[in-house]
């Protein structure tokens, strides 16, 4: 869908998903991810880019497993730590994954997706029309219920520094990984959020779209 035609259902609140592209499982067991090697840090910094072609190749299980676990998977299972930081360790932000045949929510502790709707919301996720297309989008979302020591005029601002720590965990995965990504934050919070089946305490902060470069960077 063109950027203008979203633009427009978006001015008319009827910005909505499309039909699932093919048969979605209500759990998505991730395989264990690989927590050793990849690039050098320092080369991963270097490489770090956002880009916005895409080829529609689905990801492997195994490397949708290592970039959710870089994104926001548990590093200490001792303490249940995290791979990025939250403020008073309250672990607010949660990622969901748009698929063509549904939308999954992350869950660190067992690393598994669990279906949350039997939608594709891809085009939901942004008003540019590359969203459609690409085999991923992830959502950062906040629960502000579990800021509950936190003051209420600061809830946003943690989580969104949260969420910058997550999105940027994802790009050093990618630049690692031979992956393209962009992180994305024009979008129509309120349709997703509602594609979403969201809760009033919870909202959308970022999305970041995930896959294979159309082309080998020069």
Request: include cysteine.
């Amino acid at each position: 869908m063109r950027t203008l035609t979203k633009l427009a259902l978006g001015l008319m609140g009827k910005l909505r998903p499309a039909p699932p592209r093919g048969p979605a499982t209500k759990t998505i067991q991730l395989p264990t991810p690989a927590t050793e090697g990849g690039m050098p840090l320092m080369d991963a910094l270097r490489e770090r880019r956002s880009e916005r072609d895409f080829r529609p190749d689905a990801l492997p299980e195994n490397v949708l497993s290592n970039l959710l676990w870089a994104a926001f998977g548990v590093n200490r299972p001792d303490s249940h730590g995290r791979t990025a930081p939250s403020a008073l360790d309250a672990q607010e932000v949660r990622v969901y994954v748009a698929l063509p045949e549904g939308a999954y929510r992350y869950d660190p502790e067992q690393h598994r997706l669990d279906l949350v709707v039997s939608h594709d919301i891809r085009r939901v996720t942004g008003y540019q029309d590359f969203v459609d297309g690409a085999p991923l989008d992830l959502v950062l979302v906040a629960d502000h219920a579990r800021l509950g020591m936190v003051p209420v005029a600061q809830r946003q601002l943690f989580a969104a520094a949260s969420a910058g720590a997550i999105a940027q965990n994802v790009y050093l995965y990618c630049a690692s990984a031979g992956l393209s990504t962009v992180i994305r934050a024009w979008l129509d919070r309120e349709a997703l959020a509602t594609a979403l089946g969201l809760g009033h305490d919870e909202q959308v902060l970022l999305a970041q779209t995930v896959g294979y470069p159309k082309r080998a960077s020069s």
